[in-house]
C-alpha cells in the first residue's frame, strides 16, 4: 500500500508569517513528488513540483525534498490569508508511471 | 481558457440510477485520468488513459464503473445502479507525458450525491 501521510491540521499563521507544511510517504520508489492547493468547493491547482533531493524555490513558496527520509515540505513565506486553503501533498510512482497517491491534506489559516 | 473541463458540475441522482460524466483534457495532453475524492481525504485514483487506451485502473473501480475514451480525447465515466457510498466529487486531469514531470492539471469536477 502506498501512503502519503499529512497532518491534518489545521494549521494557524499570521499573516506574514512562515507557513511549514510537511509530508512523509511509503514508497521508496517515488521518483516526483507535488503539492497541490485547493480552496474549499474547489479543484486542487498545483503550487510546486520536486524530484531532486534540496529545495525548489518559486516565488513565495519553497518545496523541499528529503529521499533518504522520505519527507517533503513546502514553506510559505510572507503568507497571506489569500493562501488559506487545503495543501494537499502527493506521490507520483515510480520512473515513467502515471497516477497521484494523494495524502488527506493540511488545512491552513492566515489570520489577518 | 483551455483547461480541462467537466461536465456537468453537479449531479443528484436516487439510489439504483445511472450515471455519466464527461471529461475534456487540454487539447495537447495524451494521458487522462480519473480520481474520486470524498470530504476530508484526497483524491484517489480511479483509472487512466494515455490516448485510447485504458491502462491502468484501480481496485476501488468496481465492475459498476466504466470509462472510456474512445478517440483519445474526451473521456466518460460512467456508475451504474449508483450506490450512495458512490457520493464524491469525481475529479479528471490531463498531462503530457514527459516522465518524471509528469505533472497533472485537474477540472473543476463533478460533484455527484446519490439519494
Known amino acids: 500500500q502506498k501512503e502519503v501521510e499529512q497532518n491534518s491540521g489545521p494549521l494557524s499563521v499570521p499573516e506574514g508569517a512562515i507557513a511549514s507544511l510537511n509530508c512523509t510517504y511509503s514508497?521508496?520508489?517515488?521518483?516526483?513528488f507535488f503539492w497541490y492547493r485547493q480552496y474549499s468547493g474547489k479543484s486542487p491547482e498545483l503550487i510546486m513540483f520536486?524530484?531532486?533531493?534540496g529545495d525548489k524555490e518559486d516565488g513565495r513558496f519553497t518545496a523541499q525534498l528529503n529521499k533518504a527520509s522520505q519527507y517533503v515540505s513546502l514553506l510559505i513565506r510572507d503568507s497571506q490569508p489569500s493562501d488559506s486553503a487545503t495543501y494537499l501533498c502527493?506521490?507520483?510512482?515510480?520512473?515513467?508511471?502515471?497516477?497521484?497517491?494523494f495524502g488527506t491534506g493540511t488545512r491552513l489559516t492566515v489570520i489577518p | 481558457d483551455t483547461g480541462v473541463s467537466q461536465n456537468p458540475r453537479h449531479k443528484i441522482t436516487k439510489r439504483g440510477q445511472n450515471v455519466t460524466f464527461r471529461c475534456d483534457p487540454i487539447?495537447?495532453?495524451?494521458?487522462l485520468y480519473w480520481y474520486r475524492q470524498t470530504l476530508g481525504q484526497g483524491p484517489e485514483f480511479l483509472t487512466y488513459f494515455q490516448n485510447e487506451a485504458q491502462l491502468e485502473k484501480s481496485r476501488l473501480l468496481s465492475d459498476r464503473f466504466s470509462a472510456e475514451r474512445p478517440k483519445g480525447s474526451f473521456s466518460t465515466l460512467e456508475i451504474q445502479r449508483t450506490e450512495q457510498g458512490d457520493s464524491a466529487m469525481y475529479l479528471c486531469?490531463?498531462?503530457?507525458?514527459?516522465?518524471?514531470?509528469?505533472?497533472?492539471?485537474f477540472g473543476a469536477g463533478t460533484r455527484l450525491s446519490v439519494l
Open positions: 487539447s495537447e495532453h495524451n494521458r
Open positions: 502527493a506521490a507520483g510512482g515510480q520512473t515513467g508511471a502515471n497516477n497521484l497517491f
Open positions: 514508497d521508496r520508489g517515488s521518483q516526483s
Open positions: 486531469a490531463s498531462s503530457w507525458d514527459r516522465g518524471r514531470q509528469n505533472i497533472q492539471y
Open positions: 520536486i524530484y531532486s533531493n
